[in-house]
């Protein structure tokens, strides 16, 4: 079945670095999302990603889905301390459900 | 802003025992779901629902759950015979519309779980 892995697993930073997470699928995907869960939290929604190659951004946030529609990475510059959390990839390929990935856990230092 | 809202917030269980767990999703959503997080894990799908049925379940979701939405408002996971594996947090989302819209910038809304220890 459909696989999506992410990369890494941990990460610390110093507040005021940059935070890169990627995502991997096994096979192509029609969408691509990512949530935050915060230490204790549920899942929240940040935002979707369907077109080859699409880029979004969000304030310091910037999601991008690759040309094969088998990756995604989000990107966040200077991190502060509310980044921290587990950030989610969750993908789909038509007609299934959402798959996440295990989810990399972003931790920042002050 | 509209809440999906779980009861109860945590469950302590006798291996066993059935628990039903509840869920109200956001009003004028569609679809429905139930997913699972063993501490520090991932978020694991277990089943969705639309229309009343079921339309798609993981192989997690075995004929120890049942899913149910007795009313208009509620969506309810019964687990029978709970199990100590079957401890962790509990998640229902909703979401507005179908996940391929391509037109969608809106994902799922969880609730805030219901964590289920069973002992």
């Known amino acids: 079945g459909q696989q999506v892995m992410q990369i890494p697993q941990y990460q610390h930073v110093q507040e005021g670095e940059d935070f890169t997470t990627y995502c991997n699928s096994s096979?192509?995907?029609?969408?691509i999302q990512w949530y935050k869960q915060r230490p204790g939290g549920h899942p929240v929604f940040l935002i979707q990603?369907?077109?080859?190659?699409e880029v979004k951004k969000q304030k310091r946030l910037t999601f991008q889905f690759g040309e094969a529609k088998k990756n995604s990475s989000l990107h966040i510059t200077a991190t502060q301390t509310t980044d921290v959390g587990t950030y989610f990839c969750a993908g789909i390929n038509y007609g299934q459900n959402f798959v996440f990935g295990p989810g990399t856990r972003l931790s920042v230092l002050p | 802003e509209p809440e999906v809202t779980q009861t109860p917030s945590h469950q302590v269980t006798q291996m066993g025992q059935e628990v039903i767990l509840r869920c109200v999703p956001i009003s004028n959503h569609l679809y429905f779901y139930w997913y699972r997080q063993i501490l520090g894990q991932k978020v694991e799908f277990l089943v969705s629902f639309y229309n009343n049925e079921i339309s798609e379940k993981s192989e997690i979701f075995d004929d120890q759950f049942s899913v149910e939405r007795p009313d208009g408002s509620n969506f309810t996971l019964k687990i029978r015979s709970t199990k100590l594996e079957d401890s962790a947090m509990y998640f229902c989302?909703?979401?507005?519309?179908?996940?391929?819209?391509?037109?969608?910038?809106?994902?799922?809304?969880f609730g805030s779980g219901t964590r289920l220890t069973v002992v």
């Open positions: 096979t192509t995907l029609s969408n």
């Open positions: 990603l369907v077109k080859s190659g």
């Open positions: 989302a909703s979401s507005k519309k179908w996940d391929r819209d391509p037109s969608a910038n809106y994902g799922y809304t």
